[in-house]
T-cell receptor
Framework: AQTVTQSQPEMSVQEAETVTLSCTYD???????LFWYKQPPSRQMILVIR??????QNATENRFSVNFQKAAKSFSLKISDSQLGDAAMYFC???????????FGSGTKLNVKP | DADVTQTPRNRITKTGKRIMLECSQT?????MYWYRQDPGLGLRLIYY???????NKGEISDGYSVSRQAQAKFSLSLESAIPNQTALYFC????????????FGEGSRLTVL
């Protein structure tokens, strides 16, 4: 079975500070991709960042970066210079190629304090 | 216009009523999915389809049915709605399985009284 675990239901960060959201996953498949999605109060699901499992280099997108530890099956998201607009639910997800399915974590609610 | 469109955006209904949530997409993708979101549970897969003749159950398909009317349309039905089906429902598509990126609709919030 494929599982994705986000152990932090809620986190807070001060504006302009850095925060890291944790995610661990479990799959026996070798071909998969990892994603972080953001869901603001508007409920729209927005892709934040993607990591190919076969790539060792960590993905970055502006203020967002990941720490991908394949052996540990860990995929954390770091948000630098946090902004008020970063406040949202964040979901970690795994796309398993052979199953053509996504598996989602339970989400982490990020609060940003001014 | 959104690439993946869901209707209705919000619906309040009563126990026992039949409800259909509709999804249409302009991305030309074959793979379409229906997810349910509940607080603390993330997104769970209800049904998915790879083409009009290939429909598969997800992890929580009981109480739901689907119809893939065309490549672009994938509808979710609740034959007899019950209160614990109150949730936010998302339709999504995937283009290439090599990249796996999900393209979401805006979500349909369903409340069953």
């Amino acid at each position: 079975a494929q599982t994705v675990t986000q152990s932090q239901p809620e986190m807070s960060v001060q504006e302009a500070e850095t925060v890291t959201l944790s995610c661990t996953y479990d799959t026996s498949e070798s071909d998969y991709y990892l994603f972080w999605y953001k869901q603001p109060p508007s409920r729209q699901m927005i892709l934040v960042i993607r990591q190919e499992a076969y790539k060792q280099q960590n993905a970055t997108e502006n203020r967002f970066s990941v720490n991908f530890q394949k052996a540990a099956k860990s995929f954390s998201l770091k948000i630098s210079d946090s902004q008020l607009g970063d406040a949202a639910m964040y979901f970690c997800a795994v796309w398993v190629y052979n199953f053509n399915k996504f598996y989602f974590g339970s989400g982490t609610k990020l609060n940003v304090k001014p | 216009d959104a690439d993946v469109t869901q209707t209705p955006r919000n619906r309040i209904t009563k126990t026992g009523k039949r409800i259909m949530l509709e999804c249409s997409q302009t991305k030309g993708h074959d793979r379409m999915y229906w997810y349910r979101q509940d607080p603390g549970l993330g997104l769970r897969l209800i049904y998915y389809s790879f083409d009009v003749k290939d429909i598969n159950k997800g992890e929580i398909s009981d109480g739901y049915s689907v119809s893939r009317q065309a490549q672009a349309k994938f509808s979710l039905s609740l034959e007899s709605a019950i209160p614990n089906q109150t949730a936010l429902y998302f339709c999504a598509t995937v283009g290439s399985p090599n990249t796996g990126e999900l393209f979401f609709g805006e979500g349909s919030r369903l409340t069953v009284l």
